[in-house]
């Protein structure tokens, strides 16, 4: 079992920045992914960004070339730098891993709101 917690969300104006930040224990050897999705009231939870144990990156195409992923110096951490922040961006962010059996692991979330 893995365990999730996300910090860093807020308030923030368009074209703004936020950094999340996701910090995973338990059963770290046997992630092979790690991503953040959003959910904003009314729909789907989504992917926004994912990267995997090969390397691999991917983005949902709203947020390519405004959101990067990444692991942060600090042991056992996933990053999310948002930059040019826009009202439709506005979303609970969780925090998700998936082991190489396929098991996913959510974080509580944190609110990200993005208006003026």
């Known amino acids: 079992q893995v365990q999730l917690v996300e910090s860093g969300g807020g308030l923030v104006q368009p074209g703004g920045s936020l950094r999340l930040s996701c910090v995973f224990s338990g059963s770290i050897f046997s992630i092979n992914a790690l991503g953040w999705y959003r959910q904003s009231p009314g729909k789907q939870r989504e992917l926004v960004a994912v990267?995997?144990?090969?390397?691999?990156?991917n983005y949902a195409d709203s947020v390519k070339g405004r959101f990067t992923i990444s692991r942060g110096n600090a042991k056992n951490t996933v990053l999310l730098q948002m930059n040019s922040l826009k009202p439709e961006d506005t979303a609970v962010y969780y925090c998700n891993a998936v082991t190489f059996d396929a098991r996913e692991s959510w974080g509580q979330g944190t609110q990200v709101t993005v208006s003026s």
């Open positions: 990267f995997t144990s090969e390397g691999m990156t």
